[in-house]
Antibody, heavy 119, light 107 residues
Framework: EVQLVESGGGLVQPGGSLRLSCAASGFIFSTYEMNWVRQAPGKGLEWVSYSSTGGTTLYYADSVKGRFSISRDNAKNSLYLQMNSLRADDTAVYYC????????????WGQGILVTVSS | DIQLTQSPSFLSASVGDRVTITCRAS??????LAWYQQKPGKAPKLLIY???TLQSGVPSRFSGSGSGTEFTLTISSLQPEDFATYFC?????????FGQGTKLEIK
C-alpha cells in the first residue's frame, strides 16, 4: 500500500525556519517525481515545489523561491522541505504528493501537516 | 504561468441531480488536466486525469471532458458522499496551477 506521511510541522515565529519531512512507503520512491502542495486555512490548493527523481531538477513557486528548498534522500525514501524566513502567509497545511508518469497527475497525497507562522 | 478559472465557485444541488463544473485555462494545455475531490480535513483525492480518464476505483457517475482551454467535470447523479470541494489542476507545465475550487453543497 502506498503511503506518504508528513512530519515536522508546528508553530513558528515570523522569520523562523522549519523542516518538513515526507516518509514514503509501498512503492519505489526513487522512480517517482515528488511535489509539495499547500493549502492556507479555508483557501484553495497552491503548488509549492517539485523534485525530479534524482533531486537534480527542482522547481519552486514564485511565492517561496529563495526561501524554501526541496530535497530528497532516496536511500531513506524521504522528501524534505526546508522553509526559511517564514511569513504569516506561509501558514497552511502542507501536503507531499507523488506525481505519476505521463500523462501526469498527483495520484497519492500525504495526510497533510499544519504549519502555523505566528508570534 | 497558466491560470485556471473554475465556475461556479459554489453550487447548491440535490441528491440525484446532474451537475457540471467548468475549468478554463488561460492558454492551451492539451489534455493535461486533472480533477480532485476534497472533503474537510482530508487530502485531495484524484478523480480524473488526462482530462477524461477515470481514476481506478472512482464511480462511473464522474466523467470529464475537454481539451485545449475548456474542460468540464460532470457528476451524472449526485450521491450524498459527493458533497465536497472540487479542484482542477493543469499539468502541462510548471508551476502546476490549480483552479480556485468549486464547493458543492446540499440544497
Amino acid at each position: 500500500e502506498v503511503q506518504l506521511v508528513e512530519s515536522g510541522g508546528g508553530l513558528v515565529q515570523p522569520g523562523g525556519s522549519l523542516r518538513l519531512s515526507c516518509a514514503a512507503s509501498g512503492f519505489i520512491f526513487s522512480t517517482y517525481e515528488m511535489n509539495w502542495v499547500r493549502q492556507a486555512p479555508g483557501k484553495g490548493l497552491e503548488w509549492v515545489s517539485y523534485s525530479s527523481t534524482g533531486g537534480t531538477t527542482l522547481y519552486y513557486a514564485d511565492s517561496v523561491k529563495g526561501r524554501f528548498s526541496i530535497s530528497r534522500d532516496n536511500a531513506k525514501n524521504s522528501l524534505y522541505l526546508q522553509m526559511n524566513s517564514l511569513r504569516a502567509d506561509d501558514t497552511a497545511v502542507y501536503y507531499c504528493a507523488r506525481r505519476s508518469g505521463w500523462p501526469y497527475y498527483f495520484d497519492y497525497w500525504g495526510q497533510g501537516i499544519l504549519v502555523t507562522v505566528s508570534s | 504561468d497558466i491560470q485556471l478559472t473554475q465556475s461556479p465557485s459554489f453550487l447548491s444541488a440535490s441528491v440525484g441531480d446532474r451537475v457540471t463544473i467548468t475549468c478554463r485555462a488561460s492558454q492551451g494545455i492539451s489534455s493535461y488536466l486533472a480533477w480532485y475531490q476534497q472533503k474537510p480535513g482530508k487530502a485531495p483525492k484524484l478523480l480524473i486525469y488526462a482530462a477524461s480518464t477515470l481514476q481506478s476505483g472512482v464511480p462511473s457517475r464522474f466523467s470529464g471532458s475537454g481539451s485545449g482551454t475548456e474542460f468540464t467535470l460532470t457528476i451524472s447523479s449526485l450521491q450524498p458522499e459527493d458533497f465536497a470541494t472540487y479542484f482542477c489542476q493543469q499539468l502541462n507545465s510548471y508551476p502546476y496551477t490549480f483552479g480556485q475550487g468549486t464547493k458543492l453543497e446540499i440544497k
